[in-house]
Structure formats: structure tokens, C-alpha cells
């Protein structure tokens, strides 16, 4: 079995072999960083998420540990498929490198953007359906006080005619008990 290689120096590699496997390294670095700007863009939606709707502490840990454990499995699929599973501290700091890249070219400002953007449509949301709905809410106001009124009503001939029976029964007792 011949070892493959560089004939002059034998278990040498060969240039072209030598060459594509830094280019290997190279694209496998490049995936690194996108891969660390794909995480930092996917965690920007979960911070416009909750400057548009309030969180509580409890739903902002869990919301964290399920992105940081979904980010783990993506980021340990990358390391297997492109890298056979090994863990390489260029890629660690390739994906740190576009995280940072993202924050200090993007992130801030379009946090800031987006979940204003959101908030503003909201907003003209609220107010069109306000406007819309206003007559059915007149309605339902005038329904409602129409209702407590005839309640009202109801309860006081209801106390007039208990009274008026309570009257009717005493008396039919009086006059039974008489003969």
C-alpha cells in the first residue's frame, strides 16, 4: 500500500492536498462567524420581543435557557458535520469574532428600530380597531346600563310582590285558622 503524498518526501502532503485543507479551515472558520452572527441576530428577536411585551424574570431565564440550549445543539451539529464532532478554538473564537462583529455593526440599532417600528404599529392597530369598534362598544355600554336597570327594577317589584304575598299568606291564615 503506497502512502499518498508528496513523491520526493514521502508522508509529506502535496501541495494541492495542502492547500485544500486550509481551505478547508478557512471556509470551516467563515461558517464559525456566520454562525456566531446567525445566534446574535436570532437572540436580537427575543430582545425586541421583550421591549415590545413586558417580561418577568422567570419567562426571561427560561426564554434564555431555551435559546442558549437550541444554540448549543445548532452550534454541536456544525462541529460534527463540518469538523467531525472536535471542538477547535479558532471556531469558538470565530463565532465570538461575528458576535461581535453583529453587536458593534447592527445589533443595538436595530433592536432600537425594530421594536419601535413594532410598538408604533401597535399603537395604529389599537387606534383603528378603537375606532372601528367604538359603536359596538356604545352599544354594549348602553346594553349594560339598559340591563342594570331593568335588574333594579326586577328586584324591586320582586321585594313588592313577596311583600304582597307574605301580606296574602298571613291573612289567608288568619282567616283559616278563624273558622
Not at 495542502?18 to 478557512?26: L, P, R, W
Amino acid at each position: 500500500m503506497a502512502i499518498k503524498g508528496n513523491p520526493c518526501f514521502p508522508g509529506c502532503l502535496s501541495r494541492w492536498e495542502m492547500s485544500q485543507d486550509i481551505i478547508n479551515e478557512v471556509y470551516f472558520l467563515a461558517d464559525s462567524i456566520v454562525m456566531g452572527i446567525i445566534i446574535t441576530f436570532v437572540y436580537d428577536f427575543i430582545l425586541i420581543g421583550r421591549r415590545v411585551v413586558r417580561h418577568n424574570l422567570f419567562f426571561i431565564s427560561l426564554e434564555d435557557f431555551i435559546f442558549w440550549a437550541a444554540c448549543a445543539v445548532t452550534v454541536f451539529y456544525m462541529l460534527y458535520e463540518e469538523n467531525n464532532g472536535i471542538l477547535r478554538w479558532f471556531a469558538v473564537f470565530g463565532a465570538a469574532l461575528g458576535m461581535l462583529l453583529y453587536k458593534k455593526i447592527v445589533g443595538g440599532r436595530f433592536v432600537r428600530l425594530a421594536s419601535l417600528l413594532i410598538k408604533k404599529e401597535i399603537h395604529i392597530v389599537r387606534k383603528a380597531l378603537g375606532f372601528i369598534l367604538k359603536p359596538f362598544l356604545w352599544i354594549i355600554k348602553k346594553l349594560s346600563a339598559f340591563q342594570r336597570f331593568t335588574w333594579k327594577r326586577a328586584k324591586k317589584i320582586w321585594k313588592y310582590m313577596k311583600k304582597k304575598l307574605t301580606g296574602f299568606v298571613k291573612m289567608l291564615k288568619i282567616s283559616i285558622s278563624k273558622q
